[in-house]
T-cell receptor
Framework: DTEVTQTPKHLVMGMTNKKSLKCEQH?????MYWYKQKAKKPPELMFV???????INESVPSRFSPECPNSSLLNLHLHALQPEDSALYLC?????????????????FGPGTRLTVT | GDSVTQMEGPVTLSEEAFLTINCTYT??????LFWYVQYPGEGLQLLLK?????DKGSNKGFEATYRKETTSFHLEKGSVQVSDSAVYFC????????FGTGTSLTVIP
């Protein structure tokens, strides 16, 4: 099974709302990722979790707050977003190593959450 | 630093035509190479991969060969179908993961 699931599929939120995106995988992967993808562009890395610890934060604004409750789950908490944050948010997972070489392995992506900020 | 350069799109082909999407890379180490496909409204799917020089990745009629001498990993398919219409991303993994800019393919009946 190489499935990564994400909920919700679509989300519309106002700039004062608080919402969360959820991601789950059951492949035994110990690295999980959040990406942001704008139309007609490649995914941009936001966060990497390695063995449930945040290992990379690509200078993402604090209105995005990731959380990794366990090795299968990854959340992205959203608060006070801006219209320019509207995008497809993708979760991915991969194998990892204790040497922090998660990004040497292939990544498996979920279907994404289409976020619209009004 | 490492990078991936991908053929500019969009590409439009007739059904059963031959497809090539060019991808070249720059890397300091010995990266693994991937092709991902993204169908409209969906996430990225791993299409194929190669982990060392001269490896050939293949899946669903698509092929790509890891060419170290030309630093290339071109995607090919002998006969495209309408259902192959999608955006294709070449990617490299070394200590980090790098995506190309993507190539949009439209196949017309």
């Amino acid at each position: 099974d190489t499935e990564v699931t994400q909920t919700p599929k679509h989300l519309v939120m106002g700039m004062t709302n608080k919402k969360s995106l959820k991601c789950e995988q059951h492949m035994g992967h110990r690295a999980m990722y959040w990406y942001k993808q704008k139309a007609k562009k490649p995914p941009e890395l936001m966060f990497v979790y390695s063995y449930e610890k945040l290992s990379i934060n690509e200078s993402v604004p604090s209105r995005f707050s990731p959380e990794c409750p366990n090795s299968s789950l990854l959340n992205l908490h959203l608060h006070a977003l801006q219209p320019e944050d509207s995008a497809l948010y993708l979760c991915a997972s991969s194998q990892d190593s204790r040497e922090g070489l998660a990004q040497t392995y292939e990544q498996y992506f979920g279907p994404g959450t289409r976020l619209t900020v009004t | 630093g490492d990078s991936v350069t991908q053929m500019e799109g969009p590409v439009t082909l007739s059904e059963e035509a031959f497809l090539t999407i060019n991808c070249t890379y720059t890397a300091t180490g010995y990266p693994s190479l991937f092709w991902y496909v993204q169908y409209p409204g969906e996430g990225l799917q791993l299409l194929l991969k190669a982990t060392k020089a001269d490896d050939k990745g293949s899946n669903k009629g698509f092929e790509a060969t890891y060419r170290k001498e030309t630093t290339s990993f071109h995607l090919e398919k002998g006969s495209v179908q309408v259902s192959d219409s999608a955006v294709y991303f070449c990617a490299l993994s070394d200590s980090q993961f790098y995506f190309g800019t993507g190539t949009s393919l439209t196949v017309i009946p």
